[in-house]
């Protein structure tokens, strides 16, 4: 057996896991190999300080202190969560309805001025003409059904 494969195997053989066979193959490498011997040596060493170690039970009371403070507290949110709900979305509700009442006004102002802007004061009858969006109506060629309704609203209105 070479000491590579030795060195492997001396935690199972300390614990006693490896088959009886291999258990002896090992354990008469180690009385000819010094260095495999105080590698077990050592290991052995661990072996025992760590068996000298007592498991430390905690007492009821700590457990019952443990239990209580986890219970009591609730899951943190975290700082800044509470910032978006609170504030953040508010405001950028609140931007996103002022922009679009600046753009109505600005639009609403533009489209009024440019239709006051192109107004020309004119007669009673071509203002009720353009009031119903008869102008339109003017360049019909005569006899079409147009001109006939262009004529009737004229009529009534004398
Ligand atoms: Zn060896």
Known sequence: MKCRFIKKRLSAYL????????GKR????????????AEVQELQGVWDLL?????????PFLW??????????PSPVPFWE?????????AAVTAVLIVGLVIG???GNRLY????????????????????????????????LGETLLALTQTNQQ
Not at 15 to 22: F, I, R, T
Not at 51 to 59: D, L
Not at 82 to 90: Q, S, T
């Open 64 to 73: 019952e202190k443990v239990r209580k403070r986890v219970a009591e507290k």
């Open 26 to 37: 090992i354990s008469d490498h180690l009385k000819f190999c010094p260095r495999c011997a």
């Open 82 to 90: 509470g910032l978006i709900d609170r504030y953040v979305v508010p």
């Open 51 to 59: 068996g000298t170690w007592e498991r430390v039970e905690p007492t």
């Open 113 to 144: 001025s440019t239709a006051f802007e192109s107004r020309v004061l004119e007669s009673p009858e071509v203002e009720f003409v353009n009031v119903l969006g008869l102008g339109t109506l003017d360049d019909i060629p005569e006899g079409s």
């Open 15 to 22: 614990d006693g896991e490896l088959p009886e066979e291999e």
């Open 105 to 107: 006004i600005h639009f």
